[in-house]
C-alpha cells in the first residue's frame, strides 16, 4: 500500500517539474520568425497561429513558444511566421513562466527567391535555346549527310 501511494504522489508531483516546452518540427526550420518592420513586401496570410510554451527558464519558455509558433506556421505551408502578439508572465505564486506569441502565418516571396526565380528561368531559357541549337545542327548534319550520299550514288 505504501508503495502506491508513494507512486501516486511521484506521478502527481513529476508533470509539475518536467518543463512544458515544445521542439521544433523539422519541416519548422525553414519558418522565419519576424516582426511588422521585418516582415517581406509580397506576402500572402495563410491563417492566424500562435504558440504557447511553459517553463521554469524564461529564455527555455520563449525559445519553446517561438518552436510551436513556428511549428503552425510549417503545418500552413508558410515560410514566415509573423509576430503580432508577444506576452510573458509567471504562471500563479510558481515559479513556472508562461509564454504567448500570436500572429500569422505567411507565404512570402523574398527579394532573394525573387532573384533566384529569374536566374532559374534564365538558365532554363538558355538550356532551351542550346538543346535547339543542338537540335538544328544534327538537322543540318543529317541533310547535309544525306546530299552527300546522294551525290556518290550517282
Known amino acids: 500500500m505504501l508503495e502506491k501511494c508513494a507512486l501516486f504522489i511521484v506521478s502527481a508531483l513529476l508533470p509539475a517539474c518536467l518543463p512544458n516546452t515544445v521542439a521544433l518540427e523539422p519541416e519548422a526550420k525553414s519558418v ?57 508572465g509567471l504562471v500563479g505564486t510558481s515559479s513556472e513562466r508562461d509564454v504567448f506569441i500570436g500572429g500569422k502565418a505567411l507565404l512570402c516571396q523574398t527579394e532573394a527567391m525573387e532573384d533566384a526565380d529569374e536566374k532559374a528561368a534564365e538558365a532554363a531559357k538558355a538550356q532551351k535555346e542550346k538543346e535547339d541549337a543542338d537540335r538544328e545542327q544534327k538537322e543540318a548534319e543529317e541533310k547535309s549527310a544525306k546530299k552527300d550520299d546522294k551525290k556518290s550514288k550517282k
Open 32 to 88: 522565419a520568425l519576424v516582426r511588422e518592420s521585418d516582415r517581406p513586401l509580397h506576402c500572402k496570410t495563410l491563417g492566424k497561429i500562435n504558440g504557447t510554451s511553459r517553463s521554469s527558464d524564461e529564455k527555455e519558455a520563449r525559445a519553446g513558444a517561438e518552436n510551436d509558433f513556428r511549428n503552425h506556421a510549417a503545418e500552413l505551408k508558410a515560410n514566415f511566421a509573423l509576430v503580432e502578439a508577444d506576452r510573458s
